[in-house]
């Protein structure tokens, strides 16, 4: 077995020195150190084993990491969630994601860091590591048993220049601040987050004084928001787009409550008022009434009057007014085919549009065709709408149907695969063929079945919401188990019928073995643990 790294995160007192809606309501499990330790309450691991053989015999194994095929296996068991569902090509898909996540892990003499491309990129910093993906890569580890990762990867990007930030930190934006706030919602683990409040904090201050603006919003050229050759931008024009704007204000959103935290009581009022700024600015000077959607506005000040992919960004961050339901409509968009909706997932640019698709190919166009890393970005979104905001817009019909398409464009020549982008009507991936596109960790998908699918919404405290995102009929089981959650083990199980794993009829919750929630039907369920 993979030796096990010491979790370091946990042992932080307050203060220490870092070392290296409503709903269904229901009971709480006492906390003992045995029940901290369970494991899987229903599936078996060794049941799912063969995905990982699978994935070891088709290919090459001509990059291997800190974990190589061979240990891939036994660094899952150790490791990943388990997932279970009707729907073969789902639960392959989530298999695979996590098998291909452990082969950008590498050690280096500073703790494991994850990479975005296996080969080498010349405009990467240290060990390769890139930032653009680095909202992505947290959202995805805080699922995983080893805090260690996470931790230390987070470390790296923010001290590892012989204790300053890396060089090339600010070479991409990023949401990390609410990254790592999400990620304590799962792991609890408020030594972490007072570690790194003043180093973000520092950060944020840094972003600024580099890219703010007169109208308190931010500039952002399209290149380094990892969005090359936009239909609204370009490699060196210095638009305010929705994609920094919104992630200034989840990282603004997130510092507040990482200042109440860490009891600096002026730094949440500060963060709280800077988060309301950008909240009014965005809606006042981003939001196009005649399009009825999120836009970016060119450097002159005026807007480019075109419907993109990270137009539905602002609500990953839970952004427009929840009383406002003229912002619901931008939603829309999502299920027409003339808008975003292709064959083969979410498109980056509305079809309609006469920009689409007119960049050329095959050098990394983010004018239409489809990338994972806008996908994620506008199922988290689209996960946050019909969680937190209440609309009649869409439905859970529609993020399924999202997700099934996601599911379905990550195979090339009938095997699994994640790449850099795709055409939208074929499916066929653009850089297929090319040894730097290959397991392209660019993107989430374990964390999109996990909070979104299955439900699992982390909350402050001592307890969960639940509330599935498959559609009523849609599965007659599923099972989500061995998630760590505040330092225990939570599962999910729907089980129409009670036939399927034999822990009666409806949706349960369990932790650490023992029911703590239980409904009949898919709703939403809020339980303490």
Same mark, same amino acid.
């Given at each position: 077995?993979?030796?096990?790294?010491?979790?370091?995160?946990?042992?932080?007192?307050?203060?220490?020195?870092?070392?290296?809606? !409503?709903?269904?309501?229901?009971?709480?499990?006492?906390?003992?150190?045995?029940?901290?330790?369970?494991?899987?309450?229903?599936?078996?691991?060794?049941?799912?084993?063969?995905?990982? /053989?699978? #994935?070891? %015999?088709?290919? $090459?194994?001509?990059?291997?990491?800190?974990?190589?095929?061979?240990?891939?296996?036994?660094?899952?068991?150790?490791?990943?969630?388990?997932?279970?569902?009707?729907?073969?090509?789902?639960?392959?898909?989530?298999?695979?994601?996590?098998?291909?996540?452990?082969?950008?892990?590498?050690?280096?003499?500073?703790?494991?860091?994850?990479?975005?491309?296996?080969?080498?990129?010349?405009?990467?910093?240290?060990?390769?590591?890139?930032?653009?993906?680095?909202?992505?890569?947290?959202? /995805?580890?805080?699922?995983?048993?080893?805090?260690?990762?996470?931790?230390?990867?987070?470390?790296?990007?923010?001290?590892?220049?012989?204790?300053?930030?890396?060089?090339?930190?600010?070479?991409?934006?990023?949401?990390?601040?609410?990254?790592?706030?999400?990620?304590?919602?799962?792991? $609890?683990?408020? !030594?972490?987050?007072?570690?790194?409040?003043?180093?973000?904090?520092?950060?944020? #201050?840094?972003? /600024?004084?580099?890219?703010?603006?007169?109208?308190?919003?931010?500039?952002? %050229?399209?290149?380094?928001?990892?969005?090359?050759?936009?239909?609204?931008?370009?490699?060196?024009?210095?638009?305010?787009?929705?994609?920094?704007?919104?992630?200034?204000?989840?990282?603004?959103?997130?510092?507040?409550?990482?200042?109440?935290?860490?009891?600096?009581?002026?730094?949440?009022?500060?963060?709280?008022?800077?988060?309301?700024?950008?909240?009014?600015?965005?809606?006042?000077?981003?939001?196009?009434?005649?399009?009825?959607? #999120?836009?970016?506005?060119?450097?002159?000040?005026?807007?480019?009057?075109?419907?993109?992919?990270?137009?539905?960004?602002?609500?990953?961050?839970?952004?427009?007014?929840?009383?406002?339901?003229?912002?619901?409509?931008?939603?829309?968009?999502?299920g027409d085919p003339e808008g975003f909706d292709a064959p083969f997932?979410?498109?980056?640019?509305?079809?309609?549009?006469?920009?689409?698709?007119?960049?050329?190919?095959?050098?990394?166009?983010?004018?239409?065709?489809?990338?994972?890393?806008?996908?994620?970005?506008?199922?988290?979104?689209?996960?946050?709408?019909?969680?937190?905001?209440?609309?009649?817009?869409?439905?859970?019909?529609?993020?399924?149907?999202?997700?099934?398409?996601?599911?379905?464009?990550?195979?090339?020549?009938?095997?699994?695969?994640?790449? /850099?982008?795709?055409?939208?009507?074929?499916?066929?991936?653009?850089?297929?063929?090319?040894?730097?596109?290959?397991?392209?960790?660019?993107?989430t998908f374990a964390d999109l079945v996990i909070s979104g699918l299955?439900?699992? %919404?982390?909350?402050?405290?001592?307890?969960?919401?639940?509330?599935?995102?498959?559609?009523?009929?849609?599965?007659?089981?599923?099972?989500?188990?061995?998630?760590?959650?505040?330092?225990?083990?939570?599962?999910?199980?729907?089980?129409?019928?009670?036939?399927?794993?034999?822990?009666?009829?409806?949706?349960?919750?369990?932790?650490?073995?023992?029911?703590?929630?239980?409904?009949?039907?898919?709703?939403?369920?809020?339980?303490?643990?």
């Open positions: 077995m993979i030796q096990k790294r010491q979790a370091v995160a946990g042992v932080l007192a307050a203060g220490a020195a870092f070392l290296l809606g !409503g709903g269904t309501v229901c009971a709480a499990v006492p906390s003992t150190d045995a029940a901290k330790a369970a494991g899987p309450a229903v599936l078996r691991a060794e049941d799912y084993r063969p995905y990982a /053989e699978y #994935f070891n %015999r088709m290919e $090459d194994e001509n990059i291997a990491k800190a974990v190589p095929n061979a240990k891939a296996w036994e660094w899952m068991e150790d490791n990943i969630p388990l997932f279970d569902c009707p729907q073969d090509n789902f639960r392959e898909i989530y298999y695979f994601r996590w098998w291909s996540f452990r082969k950008h892990i590498t050690d280096t003499p500073q703790g494991p860091v994850v990479t975005e491309f296996l080969v080498n990129r010349p405009y990467a910093d240290k060990y390769n590591m890139i930032a653009c993906a680095m909202g992505h890569h947290t959202y /995805e580890m805080r699922w995983l048993h080893d805090p260690d990762y996470l931790t230390s990867y987070l470390k790296m990007w923010y001290t590892g220049n012989d204790g300053q930030p890396m060089s090339k930190l600010h070479g991409f934006s990023s949401w990390t601040p609410d990254a790592v706030y999400n990620a304590y919602l799962v792991n $609890d683990d408020e !030594g972490f987050v007072r570690y790194m409040y003043p180093l973000l904090k520092e950060d944020y #201050f840094r972003w /600024e004084r580099e890219k703010r603006v007169a109208d308190n919003l931010f500039w952002q %050229r399209d290149v380094s928001d990892g969005m090359e050759e936009s239909a609204s931008g370009g490699r060196r024009v210095q638009n305010r787009r929705p994609t920094i704007n919104s992630y200034m204000y989840g990282n603004a959103v997130a510092l507040a409550k990482m200042a109440e935290m860490a009891g600096d009581r002026e730094g949440k009022k500060l963060f709280e008022a800077k988060a309301d700024t950008i909240r009014r600015a965005v809606q006042e000077h981003l939001w196009n009434p005649e399009d009825r959607f #999120f836009e970016t506005m060119n450097q002159d000040g005026t807007s480019s009057k075109v419907r993109e992919a990270i137009g539905f960004i602002p609500w990953y961050f839970n952004l427009p007014d929840r009383g406002d339901r003229k912002y619901d409509e931008a939603w829309l968009q999502a997932g979410l498109t980056t640019c509305e079809r309609r549009s006469p920009l689409f698709r007119t960049r050329g190919c095959c050098s990394c166009e983010w004018d239409g065709a489809v990338w994972p890393f806008a996908t994620s970005q506008t199922l988290t979104a689209m996960a946050n709408f019909l969680n937190n905001y209440p609309q009649q817009t869409i439905t859970d019909s529609l993020y399924f149907k999202q997700m099934e398409k996601y599911v379905e464009s990550q195979y090339y020549r009938g095997h699994p695969y994640v790449g /850099e982008y795709l055409d939208e009507k074929t499916g066929y991936w653009l850089k297929g063929d090319q040894e730097r596109s290959r397991y392209y960790n660019h993107s299955v439900g699992v %919404r982390p909350q402050p405290g001592n307890k969960v919401e639940v509330n599935p995102l498959v559609p009523e009929g849609k599965w007659d089981w599923f099972c989500l188990d061995n998630l760590p959650y505040k330092g225990k083990t939570l599962t999910v199980v729907w089980d129409k019928t009670g036939e399927k794993y034999g822990r009666g009829k409806g949706l349960t919750v369990l932790v650490n073995g023992k029911t703590v929630g239980h409904a009949d039907s898919l709703q939403k369920i809020v339980c303490k643990i």
